[in-house]
């Protein structure tokens, strides 16, 4: 999947779309109906379809200031999840290696809300376990 086709199985010449397009985003976030949306999302989704199993390669995604996990954050999510959906099942012998997206949030009260929209979002359209959104509070570790 490279980006070029990806972009064009959205918006199909016909006006077709021919691919399940990334999930919709509210409030006024970086999303969709953006060219740069799109493309960040087929990028993750291409990132996470080319690992792989055989090289124990793992799709990592470094993202700065997840918000309230829309936007952005939600796009690149979504598109490793479709990607890695895409290499089907593991084969016997092989280590599941799941994509990762490492996203940071200063405050507290935005990161909550980011695991709740992540992990809604990709239990509903991804069945991903409870165990797929995770919060690590590294303000203890903090010296000041």
Do not use: N, Y
């Amino acid at each position: 999947v490279d980006l070029q086709s990806c972009l064009d199985s959205l918006a199909g010449g016909s006006g077709e779309v021919r691919e399940e397009p990334p999930p919709r985003v509210e409030g006024g976030e970086l999303g969709r109906e953006l060219v740069f949306g799109r493309a960040l999302w087929c990028l993750s989704k291409s990132l996470a379809a080319r690992t792989s199993p055989e090289l124990a390669a793992t799709a990592t995604v470094l993202e700065l200031f997840a918000k309230d996990g829309g936007g952005s954050t939600l796009l690149v999510a979504d598109g490793l999840f479709r990607g890695r959906r895409q290499q089907g099942p593991v084969r016997e012998g092989q280590m599941a290696h799941r994509p990762l997206l490492v996203t940071f949030e200063a405050q507290i009260e935005r990161a909550l809300a980011a695991k709740t929209t992540l992990h809604g979002h990709l239990r509903a359209h991804h069945g991903a376990p409870d165990e797929a959104v995770r919060i690590v509070d590294v303000r203890a570790g903090l010296v000041g």
